[in-house]
Each structure stands twice: as C-alpha cells, then as structure tokens.
C-alpha cells in the first residue's frame, strides 16, 4: 500500500523534479526509461543524473528494473507521482499543505488539504492497482481494447474523468462535491466536514426522506443521461443537518443509451432498496424504472461517458503520459 509522506518535497531540488519529469516523458514510450535518455530529456550531464537518480531511489520515487524482458532503466512510484501532483498543484497556488488522511479505498486515498486563505480541501489520488489488470478491465473501460496498461497512465484517465464528470454535474446542480482542480492522478475537491459517508450512518430518524432523496438522484442522474454505476452507501454522504445526500466517486459512469443501461439502472436502485431493508429495517414499494425516465439534456455526449471530455482526451494525448504494452 502506498502512504503519501510529503517530507521531502521541501528538500527537493529543481534538478530532482527535471530528472522525475524526464522519467515521466520517457514512460510515454518506454515501459522502463533508460539512464541516458532521462539525462537527456533532463537537460544534464550523465553523471549530475545519476547522482540525483540514486537519491530518488533512496526515497521511493523512481525504481530501478532490470530484467531480461523489460530491459534495465527506471519508472516512476506512485510517490514520485504523487510529488509531481503535489508541485504542480502547488505551483498553481492551489494548496500549499497535506494533512491527515481521512479516507482510504480500493483504488484511491484521501487527505485534507490546505490551499490559499486557510482553505480546507479534499485531496483524492488514484491510486489503480490495488485489484488485478482484469477486474479493472471488467469495470472501467480506460484501456480500451489494450491487453495491459501503467497504472500510473490508468490512475491519470481516472482522475481526469472524476473531474470531467464532478464539474459537469455540479454545474448543472447535482448533489456533487465542488471541484477544485485537478491534475494527474491527484484531484482536488471541496472538502464535505459537516458530511458522514452513509455506510457509517445506524440510525435514521425519518429513514424515507433519505431513501427518497437517494432515488431522487439516480432519477436525476438518468433524466441527464447518465448512470453512477456504483450507487451505494460507500459512496453516498450523508449532510448531518440537513439530510442531504451527495454522491461521490463515479469515474465508473456509463450512459443510458450504453446497451446495458438497465441491468446498470437497477443494479443502482436495488443496492440501495437492499441497504435501507437491512440497515433501517425500511422497505418501500417505490422505486424508479428505467422504462419510465424521460430524457431531458445529453450530457452523457457532453462528458463522452466511458471516456472523458474531448479537450481532456486532447490533453493527455497532448503532454507526457505512459506507454501502454
């Protein structure tokens, strides 16, 4: 498991982010990056880019391989990654501190962040790996019709699309964290204090005015063309005073014209139908059907749903990503 430990950011040169920079744009073509083509994407001496490269090492943000079939060289780490993030962010004077971690997922972490004017925000990095290539393969369609991928390129296009799909429909008045900013793996979003994720939630008070609400957003959802995919109390906050339900981590989105929308539509509706039976011991005869949604905007075609924006897909094919083998 990766822990982010921000420590050394401070003592970082601007030679260590050239020679983690060099070794991220040579991970566009390489699956491991040879010594003298960092040296040379860096813009320093064979010798000054070792002696840099080893210090990366000692710390854990490149590693050396050296096998038969990939050859010998270096790949970045999810903490060279995450300091990659982390600088840029910073550099755009979006935060200028990481706090304490306060949530941790099957593929990302989450940490409280601190920006400009004593801002606190919510900083989520993907983190893609932590299941096998073929149940990623089986859930998200980032790698097309690839055989394998970076984790590193794969938790990049999953961040892009959180942020694709969170801007889209907070602009449109969705129940969605506000976001931030964004860039590799890293997303930054408004940080929900006063929220409790709804798995942790015992007891409820009026149980149906939260049921309500819940298929009130899948409703939504649908009316926009889309379907969360994962709609379930891990990924549902509970708003303490006022009840309100917000929905988090969805780079799983599809569309309803997707030729599984329905099996996807009420796989959402019965997750939550099963949580509140089992949890509030509250069961109602009403629910939505996907038969009955009418249509009311495309914003599935705005967001290309099993994909990103246009501009994003220009993007990452636009500046140093990672090869695909």
Not at 75 to 90: I, M, N
Not at 306 to 321: A, I, N
Request: charged share 25%; with cysteine; net charge neutral.
């Amino acid at each position: 498991m990766v822990k982010l430990d921000v420590t050394m950011l401070r003592y970082l040169t601007r030679e260590h982010f050239r020679v983690l920079t060099a070794v991220e744009m040579g991970m566009k073509n390489h699956e491991v990056v040879p010594g003298p083509l960092i040296a040379s994407i860096a813009a320093l001496k064979h010798g000054g880019a070792h002696k840099i490269i080893k210090d990366l090492i000692k710390h854990k943000l490149l590693a050396y391989v050296h096998n038969h079939k990939k050859g010998e060289g270096y790949r970045l780490t999810y903490s060279g990654y995450d300091y990659l993030a982390l600088k840029a962010l910073a550099t755009r004077d979006v935060l200028n501190s990481v706090g304490n971690q306060i949530g941790v997922g099957k593929e990302s972490d989450v940490y409280v962040a601190g920006g400009d004017e004593e801002k606190e925000y919510a900083l989520k990095l993907h983190r893609l790996g932590r299941t096998s290539f073929r149940q990623l393969k089986n859930k998200r369609d980032y790698h097309k019709h690839r055989q394998s991928a970076s984790w590193l390129y794969l938790s990049r296009i999953a961040a892009m699309k959180e942020y694709a799909y969170m801007k889209a429909l907070h602009d449109r008045g969705l129940s969605v964290p506000r976001p931030i900013d964004f860039n590799r793996h890293a997303v930054v979003m408004e940080l929900l204090s006063n929220c409790c994720p709804l798995i942790q939630v015992r007891n409820l008070e009026d149980p149906g005015t939260v049921y309500d609400e819940c298929m009130r957003l899948i409703v939504s959802l649908a009316e926009h063309g889309l379907i969360h995919g994962d709609f379930n109390e891990f990924n549902l906050l509970l708003e303490e005073d006022s009840l309100k339900v917000i929905m988090i981590d969805f780079p799983q989105m599809v569309s309803t014209s997707h030729e599984n929308a329905k099996f996807y539509f009420d796989r959402d509706v019965e997750c939550i139908r099963s949580f509140f039976a089992k949890r509030f011991h509250f069961e109602s005869e009403l629910y939505p059907n996907f038969d009955d949604i009418s249509k009311l905007t495309s914003l599935d075609v705005e967001i290309s749903v099993s994909g990103f924006t246009k501009e994003m897909d220009e993007s990452l094919q636009g500046v140093s990503g990672f090869v695909i083998y």
